[in-house]
């Protein structure tokens, strides 16, 4: 009974963001998957599916039963883009279970993802960027707010995963593909300059959550080589040039990103010296960088540059390192939070304020 009231209060508080592991993990199984590790792929295929069920029983739970906070958490502009994390989760999921010719539930997570994508894509900026008390805007930006990009090319990318495979819907999935490229683009640039605006006129505090402009940029390279590797439909013909520049240019920018975030977490954590335990926001440092690693791959496989591929094969690996600790972080906070008894955890509380006070004599 005292696991299952810790779980309850668990789903009470439950991050909207945290579809963030699905999506970190479904996307360092796709890169494995394109460097040949496909034993190690499917593992971690298997980790984000389950994650994914979990997540969503439990967000249908928080809705239900702690209606008051979920609503709360919509209007809140520093948590409300979490929720566009669920339509990425069933992107990459879409693109996991379709190399495995999966097709049929590939188009159930798209249904889901698009409809999710539809709804939320109006709702949250109208909660959160149109309410007077949240004015001004700017104030309010975050790196979180990239996560509306990156839903648009989730449904970009499965929509063009899907053309591949049902012909009789092929040139409907092409425009698919092309619209939510095309709404990602355009987001991206009004996103960027109101993220550039907040750090420019307050605090710049380079939190995990800025990592996801980087991989917005990357999703954004990943979608369009995917549509350039498409059969060659009418719509997609004609917008082929611009696609073509206007991947190489997003692929550019996110390579250039890369050593800028990593010289701020460096700043954050071992200048400043902010804490490095776990928390939900980590798995967005590691999303972007197993995206980048199969942008990159996918793109030198299109556009025929293979140290671009080999740029992303080896950048993949420190993708699965940190994923690899990211997770141990991850089972440590779900064993302390869900199955550690109570008694364990006041004398680990006692023995961290003995300690803090030796070190304070």
Do not use: K
Request: with cysteine; charged share 15%.
């Amino acid at each position: 009974m005292e696991v299952l009231e810790r779980t309850r209060e668990a789903v009470s508080r439950l991050s909207p963001g945290y579809f963030a592991l699905v999506m970190a993990t479904g996307i360092v199984s796709s890169g494995l998957r394109l460097d040949g590790a496909t034993r190690l792929a499917d593992l971690l295929l298997i980790i984000a599916g389950a994650a994914f069920v979990v997540l969503a029983i439990c967000n249908v739970w928080r809705l239900i039963e702690f209606t008051s906070r979920a609503v709360a958490d919509f209007f809140d502009p520093q948590l409300a883009f979490g929720y566009f994390t669920s339509v990425a989760a069933a992107g990459v999921l879409a693109g996991g279970v379709s190399a495995h010719g999966l097709i049929v539930l590939a188009l159930v997570l798209f249904v889901l993802g698009f409809t999710a994508w539809l709804l939320l894509g109006y709702a949250v900026p109208w909660a959160t960027m149109l309410d007077r008390s949240h004015r001004p805007t700017v104030r309010n930006a975050n790196g979180s707010w990239f996560l509306w990009v990156v839903s648009s090319q989730s449904v970009a990318t499965m929509a063009a995963i899907l053309e591949r495979h049902l012909h009789a819907a092929e040139h409907l999935f092409a425009m698919l593909a092309v619209v939510a490229w095309s709404v990602g683009v355009f987001l991206y640039g009004a996103e960027s300059m109101l993220i550039a605006l907040r750090e420019m006129l307050y605090d710049a505090d380079f939190a995990p959550s800025y990592w996801v402009c980087m991989g917005a940029a990357s999703i954004t390279v990943l979608a369009g080589a995917e549509i350039l590797d498409s059969p060659g439909s009418a719509v997609v013909t004609n917008v082929q040039p611009i696609l073509d520049a206007a991947t190489v240019m997003f692929w550019s920018f996110a390579s250039w990103l890369l050593p800028m975030l990593m010289v701020a977490f460096c700043w954050r954590h071992f200048v400043r010296r902010m804490s490095l335990a776990y928390d939900v926001s980590l798995w967005s440092v590691v999303f972007p960088l197993g995206m980048y690693a199969v942008a990159s791959m996918h793109l030198g496989q299109v556009e025929e540059l293979p140290w671009v591929e080999h740029i992303g094969r080896v950048e993949l690996w420190l993708a699965f390192a940190i994923w690899c600790v990211v997770s141990v972080g991850f089972v440590r906070h779900l064993h302390r939070t869900l199955l550690r008894s109570r008694g364990a955890s006041r004398a680990e509380r006692h023995t961290a304020a003995q300690d803090g006070s030796t070190a304070a004599r």
